[in-house]
């Protein structure tokens, strides 16, 4: 079965840090970009972050960058999102994707889809 299954989400307070991790399983995670997005409420949904199939190439969103820091670990088959100095306004569901297609690393992730983590930051 495909799937992406994200982890690590919680509440905290701003300023603190907190690591999301997405588990791969049911394709060769290692051939295919990494993304991570978010939706907040009442919001559309928000790029955060993309790094292609090596973990060579990283883009950021401009409200994260500088802040988070996208990795993988082709080995394990997982993704993660480091994400530093929260503000209340990353308060949102957090999804991780998956895309084969070449330059979908920087953004446009169409393939597979976690379910998300809820991520809350208190002021």
């Known amino acids: 079965q495909v799937q992406l299954v994200e982890s690590g989400g919680g509440l905290v307070q701003a300023g603190d840090s907190l690591r999301l991790s997405c588990s791969a399983s049911?394709?060769?995670?290692?051939?295919?970009?990494l993304g991570w997005f978010r939706r907040a409420p009442g919001k559309e949904r928000e790029f955060v972050a993309g790094l292609d199939w090596s973990g060579n190439k990283a883009v950021y969103g401009d409200s994260v960058r500088g802040r988070f820091t996208i990795s993988r670990d082709n080995h394990k088959n997982e993704g993660y999102l480091q994400m530093d100095s929260l503000k209340p306004e990353d308060t949102a569901v957090y999804y991780c994707?998956?895309?084969?297609?070449?330059?979908?690393?920087?953004?446009?992730?169409?393939?597979?889809w976690g379910q998300g983590t809820q991520v809350t930051v208190s002021s």
């Open positions: 049911g394709f060769l995670f290692s051939v295919h970009a």
């Open positions: 994707a998956a895309d084969r297609s070449s330059g979908a690393w920087v953004g446009m992730f169409n393939e597979i």
